[in-house]
C-alpha cells in the first residue's frame, strides 16, 4: 500500500469508446502526476498538477485529457485511443513538484489495452 | 539530448552480490533516484543520491559520481524477493526527472 490508489486496475476498451482513470492520493500531497509505461521504454511523464493547476504536459496527443478537481484527486479521460496506446498507466504524487530528495510515490497502476 | 542508459536485463545467483550500472547525461544534475518495481506492481522508493559516494541501506547500497556521469546500486545477499525491475532516474537542471528503461534482475536458486 503506497498511499496512491488506481481504479481500475485493468480496462479494455475499443477505440471509439470514452473511458476514464481514476486516481486518488491519502498523503496529503500538492503534487500529482500521469506516467506512461511501456513495455522495456522509459517512463514518459504525460501530466504535472501542482496545487491543481496544471504545470505540464509534454506533447501529450489530446485523445488523453487530465483533470484534477482536488488535491487529492486526478483523472485521465480516455477518448478514441490507438491500439498503441496500450500501456500501463501510472498515478504518481509528492510532498510538492519534484526537487531535490522529494519523493515520488507510485500507484499499482492501470493496465490498458486498446481493441 | 537527455539520456539514461542501464542494463536490460541481468541474472544473479541467491545469496550473491549484484551490481547495477546506470549512465546519465542531463542538462545540469540535482539528483538520481533509485526504484524498485516488482511485476504488476508499483515502483518503490529505494535511494537518492545527490553527492558523490556511497550511502548504505541494510542490503542495498547506492553510489553516485557526479564527475563520470555514474551511479549503481548494489544489492547484498541476494533473496529470490530481489527479482524486480530497478529504475534509474536522474534530475535535471529544470527537476524534470529522466528515467532509464530499467533493468530486470532474474535471481535464481
Not at chain 1, 493547476?53 to 485529457?65: A, L
Not at chain 2, 545540469?28 to 559516494?53: C, I, K, M, R
Request: glycine fraction near 8%; proline fraction near 4%; aromatic fraction near 12%.
Amino acid at each position: 500500500e503506497t498511499g496512491v490508489t488506481q481504479t481500475p486496475r485493468h480496462l479494455v476498451m475499443g477505440m471509439t469508446n470514452k473511458k476514464s482513470l481514476k486516481c486518488e492520493q491519502h498523503l496529503g500531497h500538492n503534487a500529482m502526476y500521469w506516467y506512461k509505461q511501456s513495455a522495456k521504454k522509459p517512463l514518459e511523464l504525460m501530466f504535472v498538477y501542482n496545487f491543481k493547476e496544471q504545470t505540464e504536459n509534454n506533447s501529450v496527443p489530446s485523445r488523453f485529457s487530465p483533470e484534477c478537481p482536488n488535491s487529492s484527486h486526478l483523472f485521465l479521460h480516455l477518448h478514441t485511443l490507438q491500439p498503441e496506446d496500450s500501456a500501463l498507466y501510472l498515478c504518481a504524487s509528492s510532498q510538492d513538484f519534484v526537487d531535490s530528495g522529494n519523493t515520488i510515490y507510485f500507484g499499482e497502476g492501470s493496465w490498458l489495452t486498446v481493441v | 539530448g537527455q539520456n539514461i542508459d542501464q542494463p536490460t536485463e541481468m541474472t544473479a545467483t541467491e545469496g550473491a552480490i549484484v551490481q547495477i550500472n546506470c549512465t546519465y547525461q542531463t542538462s545540469g544534475f540535482n539528483g538520481l533516484f533509485w526504484y524498485q518495481q516488482h511485476a504488476g506492481e508499483a515502483p518503490t522508493f529505494l535511494s537518492y543520491n545527490v553527492l558523490d559516494g556511497l550511502e548504505e541501506k541494510g542490503r542495498f547500497s547506492s553510489f553516485l559520481s557526479r564527475s563520470k556521469g555514474y551511479s549503481y546500486l548494489l544489492l547484498k545477499e541476494l533473496q529470490m524477493k530481489d527479482s524486480a525491475s530497478y529504475l534509474c532516474a536522474a534530475l535535471d537542471s529544470n527537476y524534470q526527472l529522466i528515467w532509464g528503461a530499467g533493468t530486470k534482475l532474474i535471481i535464481k536458486p
